[in-house]
């Protein structure tokens, strides 16, 4: 018995060619609606389904292929004695090959047009259903999901006769990971669309964007993968002008770096190392913010990745080549920047809108789990400044305490900061107790903390971290407050004729 392909694409890429070297392996070709249009059109023999099962295509296409002489054609085991009789009594044809891709559901959503009977008249129920069949009965059923896979199947007829178990297996569990992440668009689609945060269940699906040389060191494999409907200011988004491939920690930073300049408006430079800001600031024009930047902390800048959020002209792209940089993100690169940057080899220079866009989803995986939350994007409001000490604040003072309020969210916890002039010149993160990171920042910044501010993530537990602040030259501080113990602090504060003002807000980041 001659054997039996269904073939039914809504891509109908190399569609016909597949077809043809199909019928010159000897295999008789079933299709449906368009796909059958279209290999008819080539010249080639095609059976319509209605002929398979006798039943007409209805309701508008919804059902062409949902009947027994197709799921038995494809779930009959060919080793099953029981089976193969039982298809002789039906008077079905088993089936061999499996040709299907889906409804553009994806697509149909991606529209801004979109409208939602739009989007539920793209949902594939017969494809899903026939692809799960065929694909349960891998061993005797080749399924194919994706045209790249084409050209393996008919080399593999071409020179065996017959598709290899373990090309029949591959192919198999392509189409379940296709099938689970169209279900996963169509839920979450669907829920969104009813407004619930947290589901019962979460499936969440990405798609591979690069495979890594490694990750964060050379024995650990690692790939980047990202979510179907990214923003097109998020780092996967983004259009790589020159330099090499980003590495597991390049992405990890370089998303660090594009989350904090997307704090500000004005003209704004910010220096990432190691997933902490090591130079932010802030300026009238890019090149003087980017100066700051770089003066904030000149050593540790040295291979760091630098994020801007205006165009990069061309004094400001003589300024970054002076310096060995990692990789350089900004909206825009003029000619005459592009052509001093990409002298060096190796810089990776990314262009990325640059836009506040709405909270995202961070997940995060733990030991048999993931935790979801809520990006923090939170924008600090006049109504919630609290100022808890005597001493008037100058309005200098304010500028730095509100700059480096949008800072120190971006720092690991404990973090502590200081700033002076629209730029950071201290930052301590990720240590045990705020008195030590008070004092790495305090270290770094030198004789500069004398009249500086400083920025707190979180309380301060008790007094230490004031007298740290005081020792330093610090005369104002920003912070939560909401410790049992604030009084220690706003005590002292007054003591040593420091201004302290409270938010309201915590800004872990861990």
């Known amino acids: 018995m001659p054997k039996r392909a269904l073939i039914s694409v809504s891509d109908k890429t190399g569609v016909v060619d597949l077809a043809q070297q199909l019928v010159n392996q000897g295999v008789d070709i079933v299709s449906t609606g368009g796909t059958k249009k279209v290999i008819e059109e080539a010249g080639i023999h095609v059976t319509g389904i209605s002929d398979v099962t006798g039943f007409p295509e209805i309701l508008d296409g919804r059902v062409k292929t949902l009947h027994p002489n197709v799921h038995a054609g494809l779930l009959a085991e060919r ?115 009813v407004g619930e945060r947290f589901p019962e269940t979460k499936t969440m699906t990405y798609e591979r964007k690069q495979t890594l040389r490694y990750g964060e060191n050379p024995h650990q494999q690692a790939a980047f993968y990202q979510e179907p409907f990214a923003a097109p200011s998020s780092l996967s988004q983004a259009n790589q002008l020159h330099g090499k491939a980003l590495s597991y920690n390049n992405i990890q930073d370089a998303d660090t770096a594009l989350s904090i300049i997307k704090d500000f408006d004005e003209p704004t430079a910010v220096a990432v190392k190691h997933m902490n800001p090591c130079g932010v600031g802030i300026g009238n024009t890019l090149f003087d913010a980017f100066t700051r930047a770089y003066a904030a902390d000149p050593v540790s800048i040295f291979g760091g990745i630098v994020a801007l959020n205006r165009v990069v002209d061309v004094d400001v792209a003589g300024k970054l080549s002076s310096i060995f940089l990692e990789i350089i993100i900004a909206p825009q690169f003029t000619e005459e920047a592009l052509a001093i940057l990409t002298k060096k080899k190796n ?73 002076k002039d629209s730029q950071t010149i201290g930052v301590g993160a990720g240590q045990m107790n705020r008195v030590g990171s008070a004092k790495i920042a305090a270290e770094q910044a030198g004789d500069k903390a004398k009249g500086a501010v400083m920025a707190s993530d979180a309380f301060f537990p008790m007094s230490d971290t004031v007298e740290a602040a005081h020792e330093a030259g610090v005369r104002a501080i920003i912070q939560p407050g909401g410790s049992i113990r604030d009084d220690d602090s706003i005590h002292k504060c007054n003591e040593l004729g420091i201004a302290m003002v409270f938010t309201g807000v915590r800004h872990f980041k861990h």
């Open 79 to 193: 080793d099953e004695e029981k089976h193969l009789k039982q298809l002789v009594e039906q008077g079905v044809t088993p089936i061999d090959f499996v040709i299907v891709n889906l409804y553009p559901f994806k697509e149909a959503i991606s529209k801004d047009e979109v409208t939602f009977n739009d989007a539920i008249e793209n949902i594939d129920i017969g494809g899903p259903t026939m692809l799960r069949s065929a694909a349960k009965n891998h061993q005797d059923v080749t399924v194919v999901v994706d045209p790249a896979d084409y050209e393996r199947v008919v080399n593999s007829l071409k020179q065996d006769g017959e598709v290899p178990l373990e090309l029949k297996q591959e192919l198999a569990a392509k189409v379940f990971r296709h099938t689970a992440h169209y279900d996963a668009l169509i839920a979450g689609f669907l829920t969104e669309q």
């Open 347 to 419: 810089i990776r220079l990314l262009e990325v809108p640059i836009e506040m866009n709405e909270p995202l989803e961070q997940v995060r995986s733990v030991s048999g789990g993931v935790l979801i939350q809520d990006e923090d994007r939170h924008v600090l409001d006049e109504t919630d400044l609290k100022v808890v000490t005597d001493r008037e604040l100058t309005e200098a003072e304010w500028n730095d305490l509100r700059f480096a309020w949008k800072v120190i969210k971006h720092v690991k916890s404990n973090a502590i900061l200081l700033a």
